[in-house]
């Protein structure tokens, strides 16, 4: 799954975030794989038409993936055979999701407390889909059961052909740090790739994954969110000029705007657009424009405004004299 890649640092699956514009806005800063956020199998199944837009495939993703979820073999392997004309790259299994609606249906996190049932989906998985299948799990349930290698040789043993792997249990939410030795110990019970995924907020995290867990790849998931940057080599843990940063948001309000239409996307990218003025001077009154925006041209006026702002006067004597 791996091997045609243009490189091993990919944007993590993010509910509510991984839409198609944020998609493309981090493969252009370098990502190497991308995931739509999680996907209701059984919405698929049933023509669902919102589940259809998070499907969206951006005419510059040549490398991504579709993340279903669901707990019936029958209804996943349907599925698949729907979207399979989306030409994706590989579809993975969330096996990870922890919010209560998810749960109660089976799907997501459940599935680690029932590996023959996860081995029989992924198995139906590999049989229909003719593309790569990945797995995306967590350590186990809770401290008391942790079964990651259990799982993830059930999904090597099902066909998988990567695992992704986001080392907290699912009582654990995201609280403390990621087990990133679970990684490592999984790693060396599987034949297929190990994905890493958990606390990697900026190049030298990833470089640290990599040598600590010989992981095949590394995930990223908040650490990209309004720092598209992250995945871009060359800029290697430092933030890009002020004006490349406002000049990326406002490409990503664009592309949004492209995508899901102007009502959408403006009320979507407020999230996303606040997060890119992080650490930069007087963002206060930035991000307290932005929640207001609802349409491309208050997102470019907050936005031109904020650059100029940061280009004249103190503010620039400020960053001039490194006070980020
Ligand atoms: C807002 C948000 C939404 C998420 N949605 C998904 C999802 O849809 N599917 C999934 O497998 N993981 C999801 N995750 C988990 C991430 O993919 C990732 O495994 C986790 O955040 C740890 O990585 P990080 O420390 O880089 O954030 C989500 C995480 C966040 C913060």
Redesign the pocket.
């Known amino acids: 799954m791996l091997n045609n890649l243009p490189g091993n640092i990919f944007l ?7 839409d198609t514009a944020f998609r493309i806005i981090c493969i252009r800063s370098g990502a190497a794989l991308v ?1 739509t ?2 996907v209701s199998a059984e919405a698929v199944t049933r023509g669902n038409r919102k589940t259809f837009d998070l499907l969206q495939r951006g005419r510059e993703e040549q490398f991504w993936g579709i ?1 279903l979820f669901g707990s019936d073999a029958g209804v996943i392997a349907k599925a698949i055979s729907i979207i399979r004309s989306a030409n994706p790259s590989v579809i ?1 299994l ?1 096996c ?2 922890s919010v209560p609606k998810v749960i109660k249906t089976g799907s997501g996190a459940a599935l680690l407390k029932n590996p023959g049932k996860l081995y029989s989906i992924v198995l139906a998985m590999t049989e229909s889909a003719g593309i790569p299948v990945s797995v ?1 799990i967590r350590s186990g349930w809770d401290a008391a059961s942790i079964n990651f290698t259990e799982i993830g040789k059930a999904a090597e043993e099902a066909g998988a052909s990567a695992v ?1 792997f ?1 080392p907290r249990t699912k009582s654990q939410g ?1 609280s403390g740090r ?1 087990s990133w030795n679970h990684i490592a110990l999984l790693k060396k019970c599987l034949k297929i790739p190990v994905i890493g ?5 900026s190049r030298k995290d990833a470089d640290k994954m990599f040598k600590e867990t010989s992981a095949d790849g590394v ?5 990209a969110i309004g720092n598209p940057f992250i995945f871009d080599k060359k800029y290697n843990d430092k933030k890009p000029d002020y004006n490349y940063i406002l000049f990326t948001a406002l490409e990503h309000v664009k592309t949004a705007v492209q995508y899901k239409g102007e009502y959408r996307a403006c009320r979507d990218l407020r999230k996303h657009i606040t997060a890119y003025s992080k650490g930069l001077p007087e963002s206060a009154s930035f991000r307290n424009r932005i929640v207001h925006a609802s349409s491309l041209e208050d997102y470019e006026k907050i936005i031109k405004e904020y650059a100029a702002q940061l280009n004249t006067g103190s503010v620039k004597f400020l960053l001039q004299n490194g006070d980020k």
């Open positions: 993590a699956p993010m509910a509510g975030f991984t995931f956020e999680m993340q993975d969330n990870g999701c995306k992704m986001h995201f990621a995924s958990g606390d990697v907020f995930l990223i998931a908040r650490g």
